[in-house]
């Protein structure tokens, strides 16, 4: 699977938007991007899953380029409740590209946003 | 909605005592993992499992072992404990692949002294 690279940490005020990309440049054809939130103390949480062009919902946008070598997630009008760490991902969404050997799943470091008042 | 449960929240073990974490989820998923997170090193993949009995060693199988004898639950051992296995410990399973979405549970903080 894809190693992924991230900024550290970003930090914003409530009501701006944040956006996070991600450099992915070994990205398969059968690969999705997928991006996860955490807050202290809990397990990762979905927010979005996009495989090309632009994915929207409820939550977050996610925005990839024609050549999928990276992904931005968009948060808009953050509030004080989306500090946390994200994490993009990179993976087949199949079973079969986690049985081939060598095939390694890793979450990398996250971005850690801190939203200020 | 899919919940992965595990079995402790907190948990302190002596060196050399062997320990098991206990995952389960509800959903029929074919896949379930175990991470450890540390404060710099984000998530990595101890193990995982497609099927019943079956497994795959991810990025740190070291001084691990797991077992998956029912589909719903997946156990993570660690044959002696060691103080450097102090970590938390997070459970996920998903229903197709690795990249598909992953649920995760609340977490296992455990402690080894």
């Known amino acids: 699977l894809a190693k992924t690279t991230q900024p550290i940490s970003m930090d914003s005020y409530e009501g701006q938007e944040v956006n996070i990309t991600c450099s992915h440049n070994?990205?398969?054809?059968?690969?999705?991007i997928t991006w996860y939130q955490q807050f202290p103390s809990q397990g990762p949480r979905f927010i979005i899953q996009g495989y090309k062009t632009k994915v929207t919902n409820e939550v977050a946008s996610l925005f990839i380029p024609a050549d999928r070598k990276s992904s931005t997630l968009s948060l808009p009008r953050v509030s004080l409740s989306d500090t946390a760490v994200y994490y993009c991902?990179?993976?087949?969404?199949?079973?079969?590209?986690?049985?081939?050997?060598?095939?390694?799943?890793?979450f990398g470091g996250g971005t850690r946003v801190l939203v200020k008042p | 909605d899919v919940k992965v449960t595990q079995s402790s929240r907190y948990l302190v073990k002596r060196t050399g005592e062997k320990v098991f974490l206990e995952c389960v989820q509800d959903m029929d998923h074919e896949n379930m993992f175990w991470y450890r997170q540390d404060p710099g090193l984000g998530l990595r993949l101890i193990y995982f499992s497609y099927d019943v009995k079956m497994k795959e060693k991810g990025d740190i199988p070291e001084g691990y072992s797991v077992s998956r004898e029912k589909k719903e639950r997946f156990s993570l051992i660690l044959e002696s404990a060691s103080t450097n296995q102090t970590s938390m410990y997070l459970c996920?399973?998903?229903?197709?692949?690795?990249?598909?979405?992953?649920?995760f549970g609340p977490g296992t903080r455990l402690t080894v002294t």
């Open positions: 991902l990179v993976g087949d969404r199949k079973g079969l590209m986690i049985k081939a050997a060598g095939n390694k799943l890793t």
């Open positions: 996920a399973s998903s229903l197709v692949g690795a990249g598909d979405e992953q649920y």
């Open positions: 070994n990205i398969a054809t059968n690969d999705y």
